[in-house]
């Protein structure tokens, strides 16, 4: 039982990029030919790096012959490459190469990456729209359509700091595109990029003016208390 343990030790284990099991269909590979790929990366990593159709076969339920058309069509399709190793005696031997394959799943990686982010940003832009007419209760009109998509492409405001200024005019009590305009111009200028530093600079922003309407409020107030003296009555 030890012995039988210690056997299946040996044979070790090989690192497979959770990528490749989740992109090789979009990268034009089937199931048998990705099957033979993780034979070829598991010979590489036992030193064996050239190994035979024959040597691939004797893993699968496919003969030899076919092995070789696999082969073939794989370094045709620019997954694998077959490239010349030295010895230390310097003797010339074939090896084969997968940095084709790594090469061609990170392209595919960052092509999902973007794609996903470009879905994402569409989503939240097409939410953006139907925020904006659900606050002001009516469809927007197309002077205020055309705004949004200045905001978006020309200003390149992020959508959640656009919805952020719509919040911060709704609390104010101005709901209006001039206004929102004006609150996203000062964020800008202030370097406002995270919601938290909107939602931060919006409460310090309340704070002053109601500060200021205090201010106001007791100057008016004194203004009201001195006694007013009618110099034409004397």
Not at 183 to 196: A, Q, R, V
Request: proline share 3%.
């Amino acid at each position: 039982m030890k012995e039988n343990l210690l056997a299946w030790l040996k044979e070790g284990s090989i690192t497979i990029p959770a990528a490749l099991l989740s992109n090789y269909k979009k990268m034009n590979l089937n199931e048998q030919e990705l099957t033979l790929l993780l034979h070829v990366i598991s010979f590489l990593e036992k030193g064996n790096e050239f190994p035979t159709p024959a040597e691939l076969s004797d893993r699968m339920t496919i003969s030899a012959a076919e092995c070789t058309d696999m082969l073939r069509r794989l370094i045709q399709k620019g997954f694998i490459l077959i490239i010349d190793g030295y010895s230390e005696d310097g003797i010339r031997f074939e090896k084969y190469s997968l940095e084709p394959l790594w090469e061609k799943l990170i392209e595919q990686f960052l092509t999902e990456q973007k794609k996903q982010k470009y879905e994402t940003q569409l989503q939240e832009e097409t939410d953006l729209y139907t925020i904006f007419e659900r606050e002001f209760g009516r469809p927007l009109s197309p002077f205020e359509i055309e705004t949004l998509s200045m905001w978006l492409d020309d200003d390149h405001h992020d959508p959640v700091i656009i919805k952020a200024a719509l919040r911060e005019s709704v609390i104010s009590g101005k709901l209006n595109f001039r206004y929102i305009d004006r609150i996203l111009f000062e964020w800008k200028k202030n370097g406002i990029k995270t919601i938290e530093q909107a939602k931060s600079y919006g409460r310090k922003f309340r704070q002053f003016q109601s500060q200021r309407m205090e201010q106001q409020k007791e100057q008016t107030e004194k203004t009201r208390t001195i006694p007013f003296y009618n110099w034409l009555e004397q």
